[in-house]
């Protein structure tokens, strides 16, 4: 089973896109719920939850709540119908995603290979896959330029880590939660 390393918004940061990705689940019935914005740091697969997560609290420990940069690209996948924003690859987070990964590799996790002069790190905003019905290509398009369209906040700021074992049922999501500390 695969686990997710996210990075969770404050409340005020959240609203905005909860917004955003509000109206596009309404106009395309894609969604009843949507899921909550988040940055995923790492995918694990089948990991010893108690020894990642001491891991995992171990690297955070030094961390603050911290802010993270956006801008409205977005990165779009016509395939799956997705639609993600793009995060900037600079200060805390990329740092951060790199420490993770370097120290998750160390400890021999099945974990993805990533290249951190070209981070890919994103929000993933709508995806059709997960949805109640298939969007088709017209609608896609509308969707994206919609995004577009909508004012996003450039700076969010990143208050908690979570570890997910399912990104689309919120009941059984949380595994373990790593609380940054206040400024």
Not at 51 to 69: C, H, N, R, T
Not at 94 to 115: G, H
Request: hydrophobic share 40%; with cysteine.
């Amino acid at each position: 089973m695969k686990y997710y390393l996210v990075a969770l918004f404050d409340k005020d940061s959240c609203s905005n896109m909860e917004k955003v990705q509000r109206n596009i689940c309404r106009k395309y019935k894609l969604y009843k719920n949507i899921h909550m914005p988040h940055i995923v740091m790492e995918v694990l697969e089948d990991p010893d939850i108690d020894k990642v997560s001491g891991i995992i609290a171990d690297i955070l420990q030094p961390y603050k709540k911290f802010k993270v940069e956006i801008n409205n690209d977005l990165s779009f996948n016509a395939n799956f119908k997705i639609v993600d924003i793009k995060v900037e690859s600079k200060g805390y987070i990329i740092r951060l995603a790199r420490q993770i990964n370097e120290m998750l590799r160390l400890y021999k996790f099945n974990i993805k290979e990533n290249n951190f002069d070209n981070c890919n790190l994103y929000i993933p905003l709508v995806r059709a896959n997960f949805g109640l019905r298939e969007w088709n290509n017209k609608e896609y398009i509308a969707a994206c330029e919609n995004v577009k369209r909508n004012e996003i906040k450039h700076v969010i700021k990143i208050d908690k880590m979570e570890l997910w074992k399912n990104v689309n049922n919120k009941k059984s999501t949380v595994v373990k939660t790593f609380k940054l500390r206040d400024f």
